[in-house]
């Protein structure tokens, strides 16, 4: 009588790795329970947390990191692709001890907004607004284009511009358009939805710093122009 061998699938749900690290995260895993995770799926000879164990008795971590794709390849069970998903983990785990994070962009006045923003909208001929979200310090933590407009026209609402900023827990927003006329004078409309994004932030507890009309070479601030 053929031996029976245990599948994940036949393994109660709170027990399998993956369902565990989502419950426990991945501190509660042992190690080849993560390796599980990686490789996904076994062998029709053994189920893929025993072909995790029995890698991990051949090699420790610190060898497996170093293990050519050759090397991994003759190990019963591990074909190209598995192979490859080893290397991939531990180049990332690599790279992660010598990562050093870019500082961000600051924004410290309007004309940082149009000198980031200028030449890009130069040839545009619709209406693009922009939002720039910012962190405590003033650093671009997200920038994106909330609306593509007309000719003469662009329609926001603030439901728009707040989702994207409270999605990335920002703490301040700048939000900028162009005017393709190259005239950045603002319009009625250009003040009226200013007023209404500031007046939301301050529901919210998002201060709108600035509105930066881009025009042809010149910019407009509603902030020094005192509408904010």
Do not use: W
């Amino acid at each position: 009588m053929e031996e029976y061998k245990l599948r994940i699938l036949d393994m109660k749900k709170e027990e399998r790795p993956r369902e565990r690290l989502v419950k426990n995260g991945p501190s509660a895993l042992s190690d080849s329970e993560l390796l599980a995770i990686i490789l996904r799926t076994g062998t029709k000879q053994e189920n893929v947390i025993n072909l995790s164990q029995r890698i991990l008795s051949e090699y420790n971590l610190k060898q497996l990191s170093t293990t050519s794709l050759d090397q991994l390849t003759r190990i019963h069970g591990i074909k190209e692709s598995k192979a490859a998903q080893i290397a991939a983990c531990f180049e990332i785990a690599r790279r992660l001890e010598s990562f050093i994070e870019e500082e961000k962009p600051k924004i410290n006045s309007p004309e940082d907004v149009y000198r980031r923003i200028y030449p890009r909208m130069r040839e545009q001929k619709k209406e693009n607004f922009i939002e720039l979200c910012l962190d405590t310090k003033n650093q671009i933590i997200k920038e994106e284009t909330i609306s593509i407009g007309s000719l003469n026209a662009n329609i926001v609402h603030p439901r728009e511009v707040f989702k994207t900023a409270l999605a990335v827990s920002a703490a301040h927003i700048i939000v900028t358009h162009n005017h393709p006329s190259g005239d950045p004078s603002p319009s009625r409309e250009d003040i009226e939805i200013t007023r209404k994004l500031v007046e939301t932030g301050k529901i919210i507890g998002i201060n709108v710093l600035d509105h930066v009309i881009i025009g042809d070479g010149r910019h407009f601030s509603m902030k020094e122009a005192g509408h904010i």
